[in-house]
């Protein structure tokens, strides 16, 4: 079967609406052997950084709109991936999103407890390429402060939390088969920082995307089956207790050939710095 890289395909929060309105087949597999893909459901209290971003206007009630992950680096901000926020995974532009909240503190989406936190403004990296994904980075300010405790430091350049081969997590209430099964827990699953090489051979350009180290992070699971899908976009992977990337695209979900392409957090914080 071919692989569809996916950040061609509708985002999930796209087929989530779309579902909600023409009956769509189930969505082409990502991988038919990956099965976050290959995670554990955690308890966020243990990851209280880890939070969902929510629109019941655009994504409906059910697992409480959510349609991407985020993750608080300061009491009133956190970071997504700006692919999160377009207009044609939305919807509608921005602005137009009345009821844009993070949702903090809470184990199971339908459920109670924990925050829900309206975004009251948002920052798209003007770097953004939504071409080719390079610089897939939004930060969005929240109306109240997490309590504290909630932030995760990032990892600066050069630190030893991107060396290739150092395990990490990521996190997310995504796709849990490749087949838009949605997680209504928070999962995580392990994988390693890979090196960039490994993703350059993924994808070289073309109709696989390309990988340009210079912004994006390369991590996985050799043998495939551990990783990040549709719903996980914008959500923490998390090395040496550090936030080392965002999660950003790839060519399905788990599959050992198609590593997960994150957002890298060293750069970010370069994008941040320049435009602040
Ligand atoms: C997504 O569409 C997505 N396997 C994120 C990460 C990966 C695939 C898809 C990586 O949100």
Not at 45 to 71: E, I, K, N, Y
Not at 174 to 196: E, K, M, N, P, Q
Not at 200 to 213: E, W
């Amino acid at each position: 079967m071919p692989r569809i890289p996916v950040r061609f395909l509708p985002a999930a929060c796209t087929l989530a609406v779309a579902a909600a309105v023409i009956p769509l087949g189930p969505p082409a597999p990502a991988a038919a052997d990956s099965i976050i893909v290959g995670g554990k459901p955690v308890a966020v209290a243990d990851s209280p950084w880890a939070v969902a971003l929510s629109s019941r206007d655009r994504f409906g009630g059910t697992r409480a709109g959510q349609f991407c992950g985020g993750v608080a680096i300061a009491p009133t901000k956190v970071l997504t991936a700006a692919h999160c926020l377009r207009e044609d995974v939305l919807g509608a532009a921005v602005p137009e999103v009345a009821d844009l909240r993070i949702i903090a503190g809470r184990d199971e989406l339908d459920g109670p407890g924990g925050q829900e936190i309206p975004v009251r403004s948002t920052w798209v990296n003007p770097g953004y390429d939504p071409r080719t994904n390079a610089g897939d980075l939004a930060v969005l300010t929240l109306d109240q402060a997490l309590p504290e405790g909630s932030a995760i430091p990032m990892a600066g350049a050069g630190s030893p939390a991107y060396e290739p081969g150092t395990s990490a997590t990521v996190y997310g209430w995504g796709d849990t088969t490749g087949y838009g099964a949605y997680a209504s827990r928070l999962r995580a699953a392990s994988v390693r920082v890979l090196a960039d090489s490994d993703c350059v051979r993924a994808y070289p350009g073309g109709t696989q995307g390309a990988y340009d180290a210079s912004s994006m992070l390369c991590a996985g699971d050799n043998a495939g089956g551990r990783d990040a899908c549709q719903g996980d976009s914008g959500g923490p992977l998390v090395a040496r207790g550090r936030l080392v990337g965002l999660v950003s695209w790839g060519s399905g979900c788990g599959s050992p050939e198609s590593p997960g392409v994150y957002t890298r957090v060293s750069a970010a914080i370069r994008w941040m710095a320049d435009n602040s």
